[in-house]
């Protein structure tokens, strides 16, 4: 694909590399850290999304200046403070705007050929290896769902990635193997909801 493109996406999806789980420890906790909080409910207005997290999201902003002009990249992340019973270690929403024209939820090739590449250099930036992947849709929007594991197997990486408009968003969660199956990262996933005036359009 686009080599400008593939490198945006790359940039995504390293943009916490020095955050990801590096060993696995001894813990084996009977009640997650997640499972004894109540989620936050969190509405961003510029990002366009409210979702749940298990604590309050940090926001980080990233410019990169390429040959289609500056590309703005917005990470919400929370890191679990109690590591010894988390489920997963940390929770990441990401988004980048595209120009006008350069990418659209309609173009299914064009957005099907960016998420399979964004899967593909977010295991080769792990090391890591694909265990499963597959279509998913988001909100009537196209998107791929994926786990790689790295670290010789210790670590893992969830990620959801999708297309709305202009707009590629990103949800990722880092975890180590054996911490549970998956539940909250699929009540992250899930709770992500849209948000849009009826004048507003993604990345306008």
Not at 59 to 85: C, M, S
Not at 104 to 118: C, G, I, K, P, R
Not at 136 to 146: E, H, K, T
Request: no cysteine; net charge negative.
């Amino acid at each position: 694909m686009d080599k400008v493109i593939f490198l945006l996406l790359w940039l995504v999806t390293a943009t916490l590399p020095a955050q990801t789980p590096m060993a696995a420890q001894d813990a084996e906790p009977v009640q997650s850290y997640e499972n004894e909080r109540r989620w936050e409910e969190i509405d961003d207005l510029e990002g366009r999304f409210r979702i749940l997290s298990p604590g309050p999201l940090k926001h980080t902003e990233d410019t990169l200046t390429t040959a289609i002009g500056e590309q703005v990249f917005h990470t919400y992340f929370f890191k679990v403070p109690d590591l010894q019973r988390a489920e997963n270690l940390i929770y990441v929403l990401s988004y980048v705007d595209y120009p006008d024209g350069a990418l659209h939820q309609d173009s299914t090739e064009l957005v099907a050929e960016l998420l399979q590449s964004t899967e593909e250099s977010a295991a080769e930036a792990l090391r890591g290896e694909v265990i499963y992947a597959s279509e998913r849709d988001v909100l009537g929007n196209p998107g791929r769902l994926w786990r790689i594991d790295y670290k010789d197997g210790e670590a893992s990486a969830r990620t959801l990635a999708f297309v709305i408009g202009e707009r590629y968003y990103e949800l990722k969660t880092f975890s180590l193997t054996g911490r549970g199956l998956g539940e909250a990262s699929d009540k992250f996933f899930r709770s992500f909801t849209y948000l849009t005036g009826p004048d507003q359009q993604p990345g306008g």
